[in-house]
């Protein structure tokens, strides 16, 4: 019996733009010389079958598009171009992937089931043993920001598995957890196997890619080097890193750059010429064909210079237009209102950003792999929350960057990382996208407080005097424990220095 082909990328690319600003992005969509320093593409030109029954592995170094790939497919991310074709349902799992924070654990089970079309009465029927599989016992009444990494993914896992996909995309979810739950969630995916359904596993350990997969997928710096048997791909991945890890850090740093530039400088035109390049002349008017189908929804690149011209005078005119409408109001509202209109100009209201402490067990980026993401180029800018002038770096951002990981990496708060970037949504971090970060020389002022990890048998009265403090300034430090007790895991400010 022939297999159902499940899911088919064709072609598919991404690209993200480096622009700082929305204006910036705007320039660059009607610009009409390429700015090639402005982009990134994080994937270039991916084609893959995938059939039912199927377990295919993602591999590849850091960077190298795994999770865009895998994001495209569960149809979290869009492609730039490219046909992407999926016959059936998809769920993914990742860390925290589409868990709400404020939720509990219970809450987010069953939000996320309702959302996928299950009554309420099967959401009762299978809560325990979604909680049993999770493992969370006392925990799953608890706010999934005070989980781990781990006990995230141990949340996110239990649900997807206990949503009977069709197509089960899992990224990462199972590296952070524990050998025991990792067992638990093999035979869970087996099980799955067996039942003819199509799983895609994105890890970076090619010994569980051994061990789960019938095929994987090589990514390289946004292309599919390899796609094929599991064991022939996974040797030439491991020759790879075995040479790569060879390199001398310089030697890396610059191959990293290499890679990197040619991720920034490539096109669709480039990628139309490679396809030429590697077919005959007979069915060179064929793959015209299917080049211009798949990079046709690529907005800019196929619009004519008059077209742009255009287009860029009906935007300008929209938002002229709109400014003028704008003063207008502006201006009617000083004369009928004088009074009112001085003070919201003369008596402005401070906005006063609090400070927050990183948790100590934030994992923090190697020197040598920040060393790499960094640009040369260095300027000096204010943080709000303190009057003190900070030096600043631009950093190039990876997976699986985000606002709190990034701001415990480089010891500073998330506000004074936001005040750095104050035209950045780190809500929407995307790979490829330079940032400013305080320069590694940069001393950091001490602040006099820090945090700990609260550990089974801890109450407020023995955290409090471990660190020199009354029960009352731990309170006025943590103001969300006064009416809460507090739990193991949970993370609380305190004064001096932590074990």
């Not at 994987?216 to 790879?240: P, S, T």
């Amino acid at each position: 019996m022939d297999k159902e082909l499940k899911v088919e990328t064709t072609l598919v690319t991404k690209e993200y733009n480096l622009a700082k600003t929305r204006m910036d992005k705007i320039k660059s969509l009607f610009s009409l010389s390429k700015d090639k320093a402005s982009t990134f593409w994080a994937l270039k030109g991916v084609s893959v079958k995938i059939y039912s029954g199927e377990t295919i592995g993602i591999i590849g170094l850091n960077g190298s598009g795994k999770s865009t790939l895998s994001n495209i497919i569960a149809g979290i991310t869009p492609q730039t171009s490219g046909e992407l074709t999926i016959n059936g349902e998809v769920s993914i799992i990742s860390i925290a992937a589409g868990l709400n924070l404020n939720l509990t654990g219970r809450e987010n089970i069953e939000m996320k089931s309702l959302m996928m079309g299950e009554t309420t009465r099967e959401i009762k029927a299978k809560m325990d043993e979604v909680i049993e599989f999770s493992e969370l016992g006392v925990f799953i009444d608890q706010p999934v920001k005070t989980y781990s990494s781990g006990m995230k993914s141990k949340l996110g896992f239990s649900i997807a598995v206990h949503q009977d996909p069709d197509i089960l995309v899992i990224d990462e979810a199972l590296s952070v957890g524990d050998s025991t739950f990792y067992n638990k969630g093999l035979k869970k995916m087996l099980s799955f196997k067996e039942q003819g359904k199509t799983i895609i596993f994105v890890s970076q350990s090619a010994q569980q890619m051994r061990n789960i997969c019938d095929k994987v997928i090589w990514m390289h710096y946004g292309e599919a080097r390899a796609f094929g048997e599991k064991n022939e791909v996974l040797d030439q991945y491991v020759k790879f890193v075995n040479e790569y890890n060879s390199k001398s850090e310089e030697e890396k740093k610059e191959y990293q750059e290499e890679e990197k530039d040619k991720q920034r400088e490539y096109s669709l035109s480039q990628l139309q010429n490679d396809l030429l390049n590697k077919v005959g002349s007979k069915s060179r008017q064929s793959t015209r064909e299917i080049v211009k189908t798949t990079t046709k929804n690529k907005i800019g690149d196929n619009m004519s210079i008059s077209t742009k011209l255009f287009t860029l005078i009906l935007v300008f005119l929209v938002v002229y237009f709109s400014l003028a409408f704008v003063k207008g109001v502006s201006a009617t509202y000083s004369i009928t209102h004088p009074i009112g209109t001085f003070r919201r100009f003369t008596q402005p209201t401070p906005l006063e950003v609090p400070t927050e402490e990183q948790p100590s067990s934030s994992v923090k980026p190697s020197s040598s792999a920040s060393s790499t993401k960094k640009s040369a180029t260095s300027e000096p800018k204010k943080s709000s929350s303190s009057s003190a002038v900070i030096e600043t770096e631009q950093y190039v951002v990876e997976e699986p960057d985000t606002l709190e990981t990034l701001a415990a990496a480089y010891n500073i708060s998330t506000e004074e990382l936001q005040a750095l970037n104050p035209e950045v949504d780190f809500s929407t971090l995307t790979i490829g996208q330079v940032i400013h970060v305080p320069k590694a020389s940069t001393p950091v002022e001490p602040t006099g407080e820090s945090t700990y990890t609260v550990q089974e048998g801890d109450s407020q009265s023995l955290v409090a005097e471990s660190h020199g403090m009354t029960v009352e300034e731990l309170q006025q430090l943590n103001p969300e424990i006064v009416e809460t007790p507090i739990i193991p895991g949970q993370i609380l400010k305190v004064k001096g220095v932590t074990e």
